[in-house]
């Protein structure tokens, strides 16, 4: 089992930035993928980024030049780096992890963006 923390998510006008982290505990050897997702209220729940252990990232191409995802190995932990937020950015944001086999989802933390 993986157990993972988010946090960073909060209110913040169109332009903004914010940054949110996603910390993993528990059995995180073998964990070759880390992704942020986003559901926004009557739509379903979608890629914003992931990253592989390698290193290789995909992003959605609404957040294309706008977010960056990144990691620190020594921190188990995982980031998006959000600039030039947009009001249709305003979504829960879901850090995920996927083990072969399995794939662990966060609790989720609220992004919202005012226009």
């Known amino acids: 089992q993986v157990q993972l923390v988010e946090s960073g998510g909060g209110l913040v006008q169109a332009g903004g930035s914010l940054r949110l982290s996603c910390v993993a505990s528990?059995?995180?050897?073998?964990?070759?993928?880390w992704g942020w997702y986003r559901q926004a209220p009557g739509k379903q729940r979608e890629l914003v980024a992931d990253?592989?252990?390698?290193?290789?990232?995909k992003y959605a191409d609404s957040v294309k030049g706008r977010f960056t995802i990144s990691r620190d190995n020594a921190k188990n932990a995982v980031y998006l780096q959000m600039n030039s937020l947009k009001p249709e950015d305003t979504a829960v944001y879901y850090c995920a992890v996927t083990q072969i086999g399995a794939r662990y989802w966060g609790q989720g933390t609220q992004v919202t963006v005012s226009s």
């Open positions: 528990g059995s995180i050897f073998s964990i070759n993928n």
């Open positions: 990253i592989t252990t390698y290193g290789a990232t």
